[in-house]
Each structure stands twice: as structure tokens, then as C-alpha cells.
């Protein structure tokens, strides 16, 4: 999908302070996931391991050892891609989050973002407010979107957007460093879409 200077183009760039509060909350996750690594790894080795104040001793009761080192590693796996993300986005120069023209949009806003979508791939358009306040744009067929990403990393996000709010293309409003309603008037200027309005099957109800 082009989107030349030829064609009436709005762009909305990542807000910088969402991103650094998301890389700070990466960094967490992989925090968390190092220290339930270390305590999962303490409980099988039957070793005691002391961070400053905090004694971690194996042979304790609780979860299975295995099970906290995986939740671990898939926490810090999960916070170190995200963090990975932001931290490149808001070193870079060009942080734009969505593109959109007559054509469609191209959508960056997150580490889930669907890239490039036509205006005729898409049927309507909703709000949600869980976990956050998210606009989800629903496709006709949301596994081709899903597919057609280019890393796995990618692939995985959008498909869990598909699991969890029923489309791939999933924008989370406060990555938009502009207001809401100004983005909600470009989707309907641009690509005759808003909250509500369906032009064909969803892709979930």
C-alpha cells in the first residue's frame, strides 16, 4: 500500500511519555521474571541465595520450581522485546504512530501494530476500555492481517490481539501523542469509519 505525498495524509506520532512509562514497566517484567528464574532454580538446587536482604532458600512450599522458572522466563522474555521496542522508538528520530490516507493506514502505534491495512480490508471500528482504552478496527479476514507480519514477534501479538478483542488491528489510544478525538475524526474523514459503524462482518461481535 503507497502512501505518497499525492494523497491527503494525516500522521500522528508516538507519545513520548507513554513510551517511557511502557519501557520502565518492561523493565519490571524482567525484573520479576529473573528474580521467580532465580527462586525457581534456588527451590531445584536446594541452594540458598541471598540478594541484599532477601534469602532465597530452596525446599521451600509453594509453586512448582519448574513452573516459576518458566512463568520467569516467559515474563522476562516478554518485558526485554517490549522494552527492546521502546527504547528503539524513542531513539529514533522518526517516532510516527499511524499514517493514514484515502488508501488506509499503516499502523506503528505499538509492538502489536498491524502495519499496513486498506480501507477496503476493514469493516468497522469500536472502543474498549479493557486493559486500557483501546480503538480496534475489525478486518474482514483478521488472519490474513495476522499472517502477513513480518517478524514472529509480530505475528504472536497480533494474533493474541485476535484472542483477545476478536481483531489484529488493535491501537491503544495512549500511545497517540494527539487527542482522541482528533484521531477518531481522521479514521472518519479519511477512511469514512468510526465507533459503532459497521460496513460489513465484523470480525467479532
Avoid: K
Wanted: aromatic share 6%; net charge neutral; with cysteine.
Amino acid at each position: 500500500m503507497s502512501h505518497g505525498s499525492a494523497e491527503p495524509t494525516e500522521v500522528f506520532a508516538l507519545s513520548r511519555r507513554t513510551s517511557s512509562f511502557a519501557l520502565l514497566a518492561a523493565a519490571g517484567f524482567v525484573a520479576v521474571g529473573a528474580v521467580m528464574i532465580l527462586i525457581g532454580w534456588s527451590d531445584l538446587s536446594g541452594v540458598t541465595l541471598r540478594l541484599g536482604d532477601l534469602e532465597l532458600t530452596g525446599g521451600r512450599a509453594g509453586p512448582s520450581p519448574l513452573v516459576l522458572g518458566v512463568v520467569g522466563v516467559v515474563a522476562a522474555l516478554f518485558g526485554g522485546t517490549a522494552g527492546a521496542f521502546h527504547a528503539r522508538r524513542l531513539l529514533q528520530r522518526d517516532r510516527t504512530a499511524l499514517v493514514l490516507d484515502t488508501v488506509g493506514f499503516v499502523d506503528r502505534a505499538s509492538l502489536s501494530g498491524a502495519g499496513p491495512v486498506a480501507w477496503d480490508e476493514t469493516a468497522g471500528m469500536r472502543i474498549v476500555d479493557h486493559p486500557a482504552r483501546t480503538l480496534v478496527v475489525e478486518v474482514v479476514d483478521p488472519d490474513a492481517v495476522a499472517e502477513r507480519q513480518p517478524s514472529a514477534a509480530g505475528r504472536q501479538a497480533a494474533r493474541a490481539n485476535i484472542r483477545l478483542l476478536g481483531s489484529p488491528v488493535c491501537i491503544p489510544l495512549s500511545a497517540v501523542g494527539r487527542r482522541e478525538d482528533e484521531l477518531l475524526e481522521a479514521f472518519e474523514r479519511l477512511g469514512h469509519l468510526r465507533p459503532g459503524f459497521y460496513r460489513g462482518t465484523p470480525s467479532s461481535t
